[in-house]
Structure formats: structure tokens, C-alpha cells
């Protein structure tokens, strides 16, 4: 059975950081496309950041660009977003999904295979 289980979420304050953890089980990332998207109360889901696996290209939603980092690393199976700078508009649910044998930054939602219950991060003043 196929899970991603996201990680690392929290409350912390304007300005600060957190790193997120997307690690799979039942399943190995190889040449998949992973993608993190957040979801405020009342606003739609948006991708913040997206990562091949087979080559490591990374992608990222302007409103985070220089803020945020997505990487992988291979021997844990888990996808990483390094959150800097937070500001009070990053506060959401955070869900990581795969995309099992590629896809591309602009795919809808509807096209990842598996999604993760989701992590909480609130940024506060």
C-alpha cells in the first residue's frame, strides 16, 4: 500500500522557518514528479513548488520563489521544502503528491496518483 506521510509542520512566526517532509512508503521515488501544494481556509489549492525525481528540475509558484527550496534525497525516499522567510500568507494545509512515472508543473491536481493527509503551517505575527 502506497503512503506519503508529510511531516514537519507547525506554528511559527513571521519570518521564521520550517522544513516540510513528504516520505513514501510502499512506494520509491525514481522518475516521479512530486509536487507541494497548500490550501488556506476559503482559497483554492495552489502547487508552491514541484521536483523531478529522475533529474532533480525544481519548480516554483511565484509567491514563493527565493523563499522556499524543494529537494530529494534518494536513500530516505522523502522530499523536502525548505519554507525561509515565512510570512503570514503562507499559512495553510500543506499536502505533498506524486506523479508516478513523470509529469509537469502545469498538470492539474487531478493527474497525481497520491496525496498525503496534509501538514498544518501557520505563520504568525
Known amino acids: 500500500q502506497v503512503q506519503l506521510v508529510e511531516s514537519g509542520g507547525g506554528s511559527v512566526q513571521a519570518g521564521g522557518s520550517l522544513r516540510l517532509s513528504c516520505a513514501a512508503s510502499?512506494?520509491?521515488?525514481?522518475?516521479?514528479?512530486i509536487c507541494w501544494f497548500r490550501q488556506a481556509p476559503g482559497k483554492e489549492r495552489e502547487g508552491v513548488a514541484a521536483i523531478y525525481t529522475g533529474g532533480g528540475a525544481t519548480y516554483y509558484a511565484d509567491s514563493v520563489k527565493g523563499r522556499f527550496t524543494i529537494s530529494q534525497d534518494s536513500a530516505k525516499n522523502t522530499v523536502y521544502l525548505q519554507m525561509n522567510s515565512l510570512k503570514l500568507e503562507d499559512t495553510a494545509m500543506y499536502y505533498c503528491?506524486?506523479?508516478?512515472?513523470?509529469?509537469?508543473?502545469?498538470?492539474?491536481?487531478?493527474?497525481?496518483?497520491?496525496w498525503g493527509q496534509g501538514t498544518q503551517v501557520t505563520v504568525s505575527l
Open positions: 510502499g512506494y520509491t521515488y525514481s522518475r516521479d514528479f
Open positions: 503528491a506524486a506523479s508516478p512515472y513523470g509529469g509537469n508543473w502545469y498538470q492539474p491536481a487531478s493527474a497525481y496518483k497520491y
